[in-house]
């Protein structure tokens, strides 16, 4: 038994996280695992907060969006020089990209991560 868990501004953004009893893990583990390499598995106890249960990618996905968050921060806070150069030093890829394109793409990573973000 599940149910869909709406967490607002918590780890789990994801609308196809369940949720499952603490029970279930013990008494149905194969199909609570599998839920887990889909979609991730907020897991109620009783005796304590919650727990969430995920696949190892989708915990990579999120530290590299952490990262790239944090990245993107540290460059839009910088002062020195223009958006698009602060970023081509840190994202060295935009260094194909002419200046004029640099820039585009630079206030387009902006605000892809701004709308990403804000919608989790």
């Known amino acids: ?3 869909d868990h709406d967490a607002g501004l918590t780890l789990i953004n994801d609308p196809r996280t369940t949720t499952r009893r603490s029970s279930d893990l013990s008494k ?3 199909d609570v ?10 897991i109620t106890r009783r005796d304590g907060e919650p ?3 995920t696949s190892q990618r989708e915990a990579d996905a999120r ?4 990262q790239f968050a944090a990245d993107l ?4 806070l910088d002062d020195e020089g223009t958006l698009a150069s602060r970023m ?4 060295q890829w935009m260094l194909a990209l002419s200046p004029r394109d640099q820039a585009q793409c630079a206030q387009n990573l902006v605000n892809a991560a701004r709308a990403s973000f804000a919608t989790g």
């Open 1 to 3: 038994m599940h149910s």
């Open 28 to 30: 149905h583990s194969a």
């Open 33 to 42: 695992f599998a839920e887990a390499e889909d979609h991730t598995v907020q």
């Open 51 to 53: 727990l969430v249960l």
């Open 63 to 66: 530290a590299a969006l952490l």
């Open 73 to 76: 921060i540290t460059v839009t």
């Open 88 to 91: 081509a030093d840190r994202f």
